[in-house]
């Protein structure tokens, strides 16, 4: 798989587009297990516990709108930490942090299926919201492109934009905004993929679930490693486009 475009602008294995389709298919998995399973509530972002927190607040209970802390500081944590350790640990290990993530990940998806089903959901929750962050800071363009991975927000919105463009060039030849709008749509469409499938598994192994998104993040993982150690062994210094 080349990873030239037609500007001859070289990306890394960690910034191509099915990376990121893999990632937001994951995510949308992880967004129908916590709200099936774990509370009912979404960890991918943190716009509903700062809303639920001030409800909680606004109502006059403390402990509850507080306890909104805990997540939101796991959320801060996770984007604090892929700040700080990227560069250490490709000078130390000569493997990209993006690789390393992608295992931390792996492990805590291990975790999150022992987990049972008796326990305080906000444990899962926690470990969503620190995995999304990290994930979120990290990967952040595919082939050029500003891209989320935890959530759809984003996308939609850049679909609307595409469209709005689509009707004022509609009688022009300039169709340059197509390429955005077709790979935004296509981020849209792996994360509710995820999320069906998420639903289905979710229903028929419950926490257990989980477990398959081990898969394709082992793909991810290993496709990483394999580019760190040989084809971009002598780019460990390059860093990811938004970076």
């Known amino acids: 798989m080349e990873n030239v475009d ?3 602008k070289y990306f890394l294995t960690c910034e191509r587009n099915w990376i990121y389709h893999i990632l937001i298919a ?4 992880f967004g129908a297990y916590t709200y099936l399973l774990r509370g009912n ?3 991918n972002a943190q716009t509903g516990n700062v809303v639920l927190m001030g409800m909680a607040l606004g109502s006059g209970k403390w402990g509850e709108g507080l306890y909104f802390l805990i997540p939101i500081s796991a959320y801060i944590m996770g984007a604090v930490i892929s700040e700080l350790v990227p560069t250490p640990i490709k000078h130390k290990f000569l493997i990209r942090w993006d690789t390393i993530l992608i295992l931390i990940e792996i492990l805590a998806v291990i975790i999150l299926g022992l987990i049972p089903e008796s326990a305080p959901v906000q444990i899962s929750q926690v470990i969503i919201n620190f995995i999304a962050s990290m994930q979120y800071n990290t990967f952040r363009q ?3 492109l500003p891209m989320a991975t935890t959530f759809a927000t984003n996308h939609i919105r850049q679909i609307g934009v595409g469209l709005a463009k689509e009707i004022k060039h509609i009688h022009s030849k300039n169709k340059s905004h197509r ?9 849209l ?6 999320a069906i499938i998420g639903t289905i598994l979710c229903n028929i192994f419950i926490g257990k679930a989980i477990w398959a998104t081990i898969i394709p993040l082992s793909i991810i993982f290993f496709l990483l490693l394999h580019a760190d150690l040989t084809t971009e062994k002598d780019m460990v210094e390059m860093k990811p486009s938004g970076h």
């Open 41 to 43: 509530i979404f960890c």
């Open 142 to 144: 595919a082939e050029g």
């Open 189 to 194: 469409i792996f994360f509710t993929a995820g």
């Open 26 to 29: 994951v995510a949308g998995f």
């Open 6 to 8: 037609k500007n001859n």
């Open 179 to 187: 390429e955005k709008l077709f790979r935004h749509f296509q981020m």
